[in-house]
């Protein structure tokens, strides 16, 4: 993905919609703006080509005959860590709550047009990707995370990460000593600029602190400052 940053953003994109009319001018117009582009008509055809296609953005319509989309967003996100951006017909802040942690990347609302739909594919794939000119491993203590490989690594062991925690932690690496408001962490992981909940933060450290052993009570390198942020540091030694 180095050519993002030079205009000529390609992509292997894979479009699941039903819908006919749609699925055919999304998929001209994105070819037209250098994607490769593949497109099912059904969750169920879509799901192994996923698997296999490894594809770097999904495009999923929630509105699909055969699955729930939202079921769908499920079975992508036990399976494959690829940015899937939803398209919903439903305006609606607690749906759209709802499928960001289901592990939807954005969501565009119908109907959108396909400069905006481009618009998200690029930012996704920017979010995706590590940015060029920027540090591939960031070390704090004992912790070591790869921005490419999206690995994080703690005292020697390979940590499973959910995408959302790996986000997160991210975030609070590349800010590492600087307290980051929940309000920030909403909007650079769940890139909601508006109306996200605190709580969606709350649950993802609290299953982020987990897997890196240590609790709010007893913190190591994840520490919360209340009614403000929390802040990522290397643990003192006892
Ligand atoms: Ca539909």
Redesign the pocket.
């Known amino acids: 993905m180095g050519g993002l940053y030079a205009g000529a953003t390609m992509a292997d994109v894979l479009i699941v919609?039903?819908?006919e009319p749609?699925r055919t001018a999304l998929t001209r117009s994105l070819r037209d703006h250098g994607h490769i582009v593949t497109s099912f008509a059904t969750g169920m055809t879509a799901l192994p080509a996923i698997v296999e296609r490894r594809p770097d953005v999904v495009l999923l319509?929630?509105?699909?005959?055969d699955v729930d989309?939202a079921s769908i967003l499920s079975m992508v996100r036990s399976v494959s860590t690829v940015p899937v951006i939803v398209?919903t017909?439903r305006d609606d802040e607690s749906e759209i709550v709802r499928l960001l942690e289901l592990g939807a990347d954005d969501y565009v609302i119908k109907p959108f047009t396909a400069a905006q739909m481009n618009a998200r594919i690029r930012a996704v794939l920017r979010r995706a990707g590590a940015v060029e000119g920027e540090e591939p491993i960031i070390t704090v203590g004992g912790l070591t995370l790869d921005v490419r490989s999206r690995e994080v690594v703690l005292d020697g062991v390979l940590l499973e990460l959910t995408r959302k925690e790996f986000d997160l932690l991210m975030v609070l690496a590349r800010r590492v000593g600087e307290v980051v408001t929940k309000k920030d962490l909403l909007a650079e992981v769940w890139q909601m600029a508006w109306g996200g909940s605190d709580r969606t933060v709350d649950v993802h450290l609290s299953w982020l602190r987990r897997k890196l052993g240590e609790t709010a009570k007893a913190p190591k390198y994840l520490h919360s400052v209340r009614g403000v942020g929390v802040r990522l540091v290397e643990p003192t030694v006892a």
């Open positions: 919609e039903d819908d749609i319509d929630l509105g699909l005959p989309g398209a017909a």
